[in-house]
């Protein structure tokens, strides 16, 4: 097993972090207003904490917990946030935050660093919170050891709703998860955990009222209602509001197998164990449906202490609606034309539940009705098209769109994604202000315990950046250097995204020298969109081992070598393509024999012509001669289908290699 030192870790990432430093600040979100100042606070054994002004419970142990942090990051051991001495870092907080945090809530932080002290202050603790994830981010290392740059910064998000969605319903995720991805959310200033709990293949927390949900509906995978106040208690540590979600009227199977009644169809029913939009579907025209989830939101409401409640209401096809007299008896009754008018009718309903129990309500693009309460939010998955109209109609609106972490797309496909673009621009002033954030989303269909949070992490971080940092902040190379910080980062605070792809390589190895197997884990990526889920042939017991669910959403092997192309780097250009003859060439013995990666026989074949290509292409790209003509089209079709899917996968070496044959051809083909 490969063993990670601490103390190399320790050295890339002040490494990273001065090199980052000398172009800008190496910062993840980065701030609204930053000055580099002369000189540099020491860090060293008497670094003290003091909290002076308005101070609280939280407040003491977000301190304690800065002084721990810093230790894991320098290894230097320091006394207790509360020991004598004068204050390394003075935290001047003004006045309380809400017993009971809510959206819009300041946020905005001053930290000014000189030689002598850090001064953080801010208007209540939330701002406390994100102004010391800045200080611990700023702890670099120069030629006279571990310290602080002087700066002054002044800091406030973009946008008052940023948020990670969580689904925990298709495949189960333990409370350690959990736990961790409000860690790494405090870290890049995220403020919203949406919890989505309950789905077509699980219903995810107990409820005493009916308990059927979790006995028949859970195969024993849930939340006991103790470990849901444990984890909002967490999450107010970090300044994180938890927002649960309760799909209805779809994605209720989970719910038909405990309480069939409650259907469109008598049943039974059982709990889904593929992926899909599946027909089950709760009655409308059932009163039953309303008190069951008048009693049940009633106990959800009481449990979760956010003034958000959302239900869902996303992919309903109606096709039992439509096959059930009684239910096109009640719409000709109720003069509801179709299925839309009928979940409308629904929506409303529920929304009115939710008012009851005095919360507001939040939901997908499906449930937009003119005629509901202005207070809801839409949260859109079809884009800003779709948030326009919502916000247009007088609602307020987030945008996850763009940000499905587990469609396996790349951080600059998620960073250059806004909700402010051609579609949203144009709105009014007011209406723009009714876009509250947006939500990094990750469904769970298509991973495990082991590698979901290397799905979410780091990635997730460049949605954070996005909603916190001034719209102008797009510099994309800046963001993936800073993201390689930002990921070590995450790892020294506890997340295992980074060790566990180690460790799934090498169970991919099989006992086999790992080396060439990372290197070929390294050069591919997962197929994006639903490729995956589309095929049919996964369930929620199918083993996520190969060699694709190993591999990372993003190659950054392969990134950095089209970046070498664009940069005419060439020495580096030739050093990656030999690598990569190298390795296809060193991986092959462990593809024969290895049944996790014999399906990815094919992926060394096309690795080794690309290099073999791409070594071509650099001789004539360098010494600035261009091919002869008919050189490159044989060489583009043999790209062309190295680049297809192989084994789930796609060999990204294909499109750099492409880049260089077309520079090397001068245009011509």
Request: aromatic letters at 8%; one cysteine or more.
């Amino acid at each position: 097993m490969t063993k990670v030192n601490p103390l190399r870790s320790l050295a890339f990432l002040l490494a990273s972090a001065v090199a980052c430093l000398a172009a800008g600040p190496d910062l993840m979100p980065l701030p609204a207003q930053y000055e580099a100042r002369a000189g540099r606070l020491v860090i060293d054994g008497a670094f003290r904490v003091k909290v002076s002004g308005y101070t609280e419970p939280r407040l003491t142990r977000a301190a304690a917990r800065t002084v721990d942090r810093l230790f894991k990051q320098t290894g230097i051991p320091t006394p207790q946030a509360a020991a004598a001495g004068p204050a390394t870092l003075l935290i001047e907080c003004k006045g309380p935050s809400k017993p009971i945090q809510t959206l819009g809530e300041d946020e905005s932080y001053t930290l000014e660093v000189d030689p002598t002290q850090a001064r953080l202050s801010a208007a209540n603790p939330l701002g406390v919170l994100r102004g010391l994830e800045t200080f611990l981010q700023l702890v670099d290392q120069d030629g006279n050891g571990l310290g602080v740059p002087a700066v002054s910064i002044h800091d406030q998000p973009r946008f008052p709703w940023r948020g990670v969605s969580f689904d925990v319903s298709r495949h189960w995720i333990p409370l350690d998860i959990v736990k961790r991805t409000l860690d790494a959310m405090g870290a890049v200033k995220m403020n919203v955990y949406h919890w989505h709990l309950s789905d077509d293949q699980g219903f995810r927390v107990e409820s005493k009222r009916y308990p059927k949900l979790t006995s028949l509906g859970s195969d024993g995978h849930f939340y006991t209602q103790a470990q849901v106040r444990e984890v909002i208690a967490y999450a107010h540590e970090l300044g994180i509001r938890v927002v649960p979600e309760f799909d209805v009227p779809g994605h209720t199977t989970a719910w038909l197998a405990a309480y069939p009644e409650l259907g469109t169809v008598p049943g039974p029913y059982e709990i889904e164990r593929k992926w899909g939009i599946f027909d089950p579907v709760l009655d409308p025209s059932k009163e039953i449906v309303y008190q069951f989830l008048d009693n049940l939101f009633g106990e959800m409401t009481r449990l979760f202490d956010d003034a958000y409640f959302h239900i869902g209401g996303d992919e309903v096809e109606g096709k039992q609606w439509q096959a059930s007299a009684r239910v096109q008896a009640f719409m000709k009754k109720e003069g509801l034309k179709d299925n839309h008018e009928l979940q409308r009718y629904f929506s409303r309903r529920v929304q009115a539940i939710v008012q009851k129990h005095g919360k507001r309500t939040e939901g997908w693009d499906e449930i937009l009705d003119p005629h509901l309460p202005k207070d809801i939010v839409i949260q859109s998955w079809r884009g800003q098209k779709s948030l326009g109209v919502a916000v247009q109609q007088g609602y307020s609106g987030l945008l996850s769109a763009g940000y499905y972490l587990d469609l396996m797309q790349t951080a600059e496909f998620h960073y250059l994604t806004d909700p402010i673009n051609e579609d949203t621009r144009t709105l009014t002033a007011e209406q723009q202000s009714r876009i509250l954030g947006g939500e990094a989303t990750m469904w769970v269909e298509m991973v495990s315990t082991q590698n979901v949070e290397a799905r979410v992490w780091p990635r997730a971080a460049v949605v954070a950046e996005r909603l916190w940092s001034p719209q102008s902040v797009r510099d994309v190379r800046s963001m993936y250097a800073r993201l390689e910080t930002m990921s070590r980062r995450l790892e020294l605070l506890g997340l295992p995204h980074r060790q566990t792809y180690r460790l799934m390589v090498e169970r991919l190895a099989g006992g086999e020298p790992v080396g060439p197997v990372k290197a070929l884990a390294d050069i591919v990526e997962p197929v994006k969109i639903y490729a995956r889920s589309d095929s049919g042939k996964y369930t929620q017991f199918t083993p996520l081992n190969r060699l694709v669910d190993t591999a990372l959403p993003e190659s950054d092997a392969a990134r950095n070598f089209r970046y070498a192309v664009a940069d005419k780097d060439w020495k580096t250009v030739r050093s990656t393509l030999e690598h990569w003859r190298a390795a296809a060439a060193a991986v092959r013995p462990t593809l024969e024999k290895n049944g996790l990666l014999l399906e990815a026989r094919p992926i060394a074949d096309h690795w080794a012509r690309t290099a073999e290509i791409g070594l071509e292409a650099v001789e004539f790209a360098a010494s600035g001669r261009t091919a002869p003509s008919g050189w490159a089209g044989p060489r583009l079709a043999a790209l062309d289908e190295a680049a297809k899917p192989v084994a789930e996968t796609l060999l990204m070496a294909a499109p750099g290699v492409r880049a260089l044959v077309e520079l090397a051809a001068g245009g011509s083909k």
